[in-house]
């Protein structure tokens, strides 16, 4: 098996990133995270990267002004100077291009505190207890240039408790994150995501458990 050559684009902590690198540690995953490319020169995560024994790339977005393609062209560079081949977003706070995201056809992918389509944009947990939702979670998807719209890979959903705070709610949707970006990774890593007519098909077997977070998995 050869594995997929993974970047992960990160502006914070890296919580999500922490995640996957986990993941990947097992030689049979089928991405290999190679890369860990930031915007911010502060963002926690590149220690967290580097203590991993992984290559860490910074893209300051703050040094190309307003210019917004000559930052993404920039960071394109570093990615195809690693040969990269698929590309996770994990907490990367900065809206992309249609040129970015052209360059990476179901190549990229995104995880979202919300299920989507609900709750868009910021401020999810916050959001969601106020619209009094029963309902909320995580969800990653193929990126497109319109923000939160790409088809979904994978959900995993919590409820909302009557007293539940912002901080509650957004500790439990983190640990559903935990478990659903690896999942979705394994599986376009794999070639095992398609898109048909907007939406993810999953193609083989997947597990009773799998199953659950996997809207376009057979039945």
């Keep these: 098996m050869v594995r997929k050559r993974t970047a992960i684009l990160i502006s914070g902590r890296g919580s999500n990133m922490t995640a996957l690198i986990e993941a990947a540690r097992d030689p049979s995953y089928p991405a290999e995270i190679v890369l860990v490319v930031a915007n911010r020169p502060d963002a926690g995560g590149l220690q967290r990267a580097a203590e991993a024994g992984l290559e860490t790339a910074i893209v300051d977005h703050k040094s190309f002004g307003k ?69 909320h979670g995580a969800t990653v998807h193929f990126v497109v240039p319109e923000m939160d719209s790409g088809p979904v890979i994978a959900q995993g959903r919590v409820p909302v408790f009557a007293d539940d705070t912002e901080s509650a709610l957004a500790a439990r949707v983190l640990a ?31 597990s009773n458990q799998e ?3 996997l809207p376009g998995a057979a039945q």
């Design 67 to 135: 210019d917004r393609e000559a930052f993404e062209h920039a960071l394109q560079e570093v990615l195809q100077a690693h040969r990269i081949e698929i590309v996770c977003l994990a907490g990367f706070m900065r809206l992309l291009t249609a040129w970015f995201v052209a360059q990476w056809p179901e190549r990229m992918v995104n995880i979202h505190p919300a299920l989507l389509p609900d709750f868009k944009g910021l401020d999810t947990h916050r959001r969601a207890i106020e619209a009094g939702a029963k309902e």
């Design 176 to 206: 559903i994150e935990h478990r659903i970006y690896p999942l979705a990774l394994k599986l376009v890593a794999s070639g095992r995501v398609r898109v048909e007519n907007g939406r993810c098909v999953i193609e083989g077997p997947v």
């Design 211 to 213: 199953a659950a977070f």
